[in-house]
């Protein structure tokens, strides 16, 4: 959205703060906020000149250049997310004068989970056990997209369920890890757990397998 050319993002980003600090009042947009802008905008467009200039052009004057068009680029994305696209008084004629693409109105629906997460379940404490989880095959931590979290099914009991769906508690852990807390009574006594994904329409996916683990 925010052009990342440099030749494009100097005309881009000095219309669009311009516009911005012209209709601010009007757009409800906070003027400290428009003047941030304008001072990221003004240095990435000083260190600019500075990295073409031949008689200034070095190694240090491009990456000088380049932290001050990261620093711009990422706080222009920032006020769009949060002054224009959930600005009910942006039309699209003023984000087409802005130099911004038209907002997509329409989302399409999440479907219900198909896969479980994979998990695993470490000791945090006495009587506390942390619940970490993640997508399938995924190297990092993050939750699928418009997924609320990962429901833990579980249980203290003697025997394991013959199956996951016998678990008797569960709880919505949006955020991995999660810590399951117990009483003293349940201590070296063993938990079964297993996993489901939840999407934003509360739809839940097939179990994740068994664990069963003492409590410390």
């Known amino acids: 959205m925010v052009p990342t050319k440099d030749s494009e993002l100097r005309s881009w980003a000095d219309s669009f703060i311009t516009q911005c600090d012209t209709n601010k009042a009007a757009w409800s ?5 428009v003047t941030g802008s304008r001072t990221l905008c003004d240095t990435y467009m000083s260190a600019l000149d500075i990295a073409l200039a031949p008689d200034s052009r070095c190694k240090a004057a491009t990456t000088a250049k380049n932290e001050a068009k990261k620093a711009l680029h990422h706080a222009l994305s920032v006020f769009i997310a949060k002054y224009i696209d959930n600005n009910d008084v942006i039309t ?10 038209a907002k997509d109105t329409t989302r399409s629906p999440i479907p219900a989970p198909t896969t479980y997460p994979e998990f695993f379940v470490k000791v945090k404490a006495f009587r506390a ?9 995924s190297p ?17 009991q003697d025997a394991p369920p013959a199956e996951p769906s016998e678990l008797s508690h569960s709880l919505l852990a949006t955020k991995t890890p999660y810590t399951l807390t ?17 999407n934003e329409r509360g739809q839940k996916g097939p179990f994740s397998q068994i664990e069963g683990v003492f409590i410390p």
Request: aromatic share 12%.
């Open 29 to 33: 947009i906070p003027a400290d906020a």
């Open 92 to 101: 699209a004629p003023i984000r087409d004068n802005l130099g911004l693409p």
């Open 129 to 137: 056990l942390e619940v970490h989880f993640k997508a399938m095959g």
């Open 140 to 156: 990092n931590r993050a939750k699928p997209y418009g997924y609320n979290g990962a429901v833990i099914h579980y249980a203290v």
């Open 182 to 198: 117990f009483t003293e009574a349940e201590r070296g006594k063993r938990v079964y757990i297993a996993l489901t994904w939840q």
